[in-house]
């Protein structure tokens, strides 16, 4: 079984910053990508970032220029920098991966969510 567990969200003000992270653990023999997503209050979910194999990043139109996704392979941890933060990227934060498993077999996981918040 494999878990995903977020940490470092909370609330800041217009302007702020906050480092998002995931820590994977389990049953983990490759991991495809890394993403984050997002759930604002009243909407759908929708993706913030992903991370690929190598240095294969993707942004969202608005968080580009203002957060940065990042990965420690390592550690089977992923991050969200988040900067210049607006009210409107109050949201539940979601962290999610593809994950293969002993059989070589890829499932999509996702963690409980950190809700962040921005003040005006």
């Known amino acids: 079984q494999v878990q995903l567990v977020e940490s470092g969200g909370g609330l800041v003000q217009t302007g702020g910053s906050l480092r998002l992270s995931c820590a994977a653990s389990g049953s983990i023999f490759g991991v495809a990508s890394m993403a984050w997503y997002r759930q604002p209050p009243g909407k759908q979910r929708e993706m913030v970032a992903v991370?690929?194999?190598?240095?294969?990043?993707s942004y969202a139109d608005s968080v580009l220029g203002r957060f940065t996704i990042s990965r420690d392979s390592a550690k089977n941890t992923l991050y969200l920098e988040m900067n210049s933060l607006k009210p409107d990227d109050t949201a539940v934060y979601y962290c999610?991966?593809?994950?293969?498993?002993?059989?070589?077999?890829?499932?999509?996981?996702w963690g409980q969510g950190t809700q962040v918040t921005v003040s005006s």
């Open positions: 991370i690929r194999s190598g240095p294969l990043r």
């Open positions: 999610n991966a593809g994950i293969r498993d002993a059989l070589g077999n890829y499932r999509n996981y």
